[in-house]
């Protein structure tokens, strides 16, 4: 219900694939009605806008934007949204949830030139990033 009146956001780590299915058919009705927090600019955040999204440090924020490059470094691979690493908004992927992607055909390398909708919690750790520990945070959006 909350979702619905646009009053929440869905989470990303619900293993019924039916009710998550649910959630984001719902919170997606109320985005596209413009209903309760999609009223405005301010639910979605763009890449492009480190401030905006450092503001959120510790909170639940969905960000959107085009996957400039992907990088391996270590256990950890990079989905950069702007060239300069310390400064502009990335997400992170451990090694050791590549699997869980390979199990839905999604490959880290594969989101690189794409627009993509990512959620999770905002870390500052050299920049604002988001942690991805399942697919469910990443939903691929029309170019």
């Not at 019924?16 to 979605?44: N, P, Q, V, Y």
């Not at 470094?73 to 992170?92: E, H, I, K, S």
């Amino acid at each position: 219900m909350l979702l619905a009146q646009g009053e929440a956001f869905a989470a990303a780590d619900i293993p019924d694939k039916d009710c998550t299915a649910a959630l984001f058919a719902a919170e997606a009705d109320a985005r596209t009605a413009k209903k309760g927090i999609w009223s405005g600019d301010s639910a979605t955040k763009n890449a492009e806008s480190a401030g905006d999204i450092l503001v959120g440090n510790g909170r639940f924020m969905l960000v959107e934007g085009r996957v400039l490059s992907v990088r391996q470094a270590g256990a950890t691979t990079y989905l950069n949204f702007g060239r300069n690493w310390t400064r502009d908004f990335a997400v992170t992927i451990s090694r050791r949830v590549l699997p869980s992607f390979e199990a839905v055909s999604m490959t880290p390398k594969s989101l690189e030139n794409r627009r993509i909708r990512v959620r999770g919690f905002i870390e500052t750790r050299t920049g604002p990033r988001i942690e991805v520990l399942r697919p469910g945070q990443i939903e691929l959006l029309v170019n």
